[in-house]
């Protein structure tokens, strides 16, 4: 009898332990390498290209080194219209994202139909590439895999940066630079929870939808709305600049801060954009001595708050 704490105890350890162990046995089974990239995956990796974060090609977080995402609306070879197609194009010397380097890690059957029908082991960083998403069959399924179009069709990115026009060209890589730097993660999520959350945001990722991805900017703790799908549900660039220039001027109580040094000193016709005297509009008008508040400048087409509104619309 005077044991029997004793007994009880020794039995919660033992299961404990046998617990634990079965955990260190069976979970290796499951190979998170072996999880295939899902379409969303291949496309943020090859938007992003290699690394958003601190990186030694892109040191101060300015955006360098970042593929183009282009609606391809003409035959790059013939000039011809058709269909739209999106490519991603990774001029000369722009690092390809780590699926390209280690296909591996674009999961089974991605990496196979990668390498042997679309070509990627032949890309060639000093020569550039331009890649796009393709559909194949492996073991009787389809599934999209990456193809090397600069090897299998002969669109260098010089071809097609030619017909490319610049509204439809996606800056979203640099864009998420954008993104790290600012800190947004500080008080907005990419991740809606697996709870009445993604009512309200939309759906919860999946875990091929992460592949090669660095980083993948979850955020830690949320403040604001999750941004996920933001592109989806307000997909006005308009809002967007009025929004990023001073959130106060669509949302009267915001606490985000405002970002208008990302539209650097000149504006879309190249005119010095003066803050001062946009500032001293704005107390005016906040303090009812003006009707309506001064106009947000347009930004330049190759202003960070371009790449970072880019990105918004991306995240789809
Ligand atoms: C101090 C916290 C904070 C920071 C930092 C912050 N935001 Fe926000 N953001 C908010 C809040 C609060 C809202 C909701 C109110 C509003 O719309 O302004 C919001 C709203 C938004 C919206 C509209 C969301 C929707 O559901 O339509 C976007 C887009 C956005 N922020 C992008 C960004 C980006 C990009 C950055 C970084 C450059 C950033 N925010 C930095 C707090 C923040």
Not at 35 to 40: A, E, F, K, M
Not at 44 to 72: R, S, V
């Amino acid at each position: 009898m005077a044991f029997r704490e004793y007994k009880i105890g020794a039995r919660m350890f033992g299961l404990a332990l046998g617990g634990s162990m079965c955990i260190t046995l069976l979970l290796p089974a499951f190979d998170f390498a072996s999880v295939s990239s899902t379409d969303v995956a291949l496309d943020k990796a090859f938007t992003a290209g290699h690394e958003t974060a601190f990186n030694l090609e892109d040191p101060f977080l300015l955006g360098w080194n970042k593929p183009l995402k282009i609606t391809l609306k003409a035959d790059p070879k013939t000039g011809q219209p058709m269909a739209a197609k999106e490519v991603y194009v990774y001029q000369t010397g722009t690092t390809f994202p780590a699926g390209i380097l280690h296909p591996r890690i674009l999961g089974k059957g991605v990496e196979e139909l990668s390498v042997q029908q679309g070509k990627i082991g032949e890309a060639q960083k000093g020569a550039g590439a331009v890649f796009a998403l393709a559909k194949g069959s492996f073991q009787g399924a389809e599934i999209s895999y990456v193809e090397n179009l600069t090897a299998t069709k002969g669109w260098t990115p010089a071809v097609v940066m030619s017909v490319a026009k610049d509204e439809d060209v996606s800056h979203a890589g640099a864009g998420k630079t954008m993104f790290v730097r600012e800190g947004c993660w500080w008080c907005h999520t990419l991740l809606p929870e697996q709870t009445q959350d993604w009512q309200v945001f939309g759906a919860p990722p999946m875990l091929g939808d992460f592949n090669g991805e660095s980083p993948t900017a979850f955020g830690s703790d949320r403040k604001a709305p999750d941004l996920l799908h933001v592109g989806s549900r307000n997909s006005s660039r308009e809002w967007m600049m009025l929004h990023f220039f001073n959130p106060r001027l669509v949302q009267p109580h915001s606490i985000m801060p405002r970002f208008d040094y990302l539209w650097g000193d000149k504006d879309a016709s190249g005119q010095k954009i003066d803050f001062d005297k946009w500032r001293a509009e704005y107390i005016q008008y906040r303090d009812g001595a003006r009707v309506t508040p001064p106009e947000v400048p347009a930004y330049s087409k190759n202003s960070e708050i371009r790449y970072l509104i880019d990105y918004m619309m991306s995240l789809k």
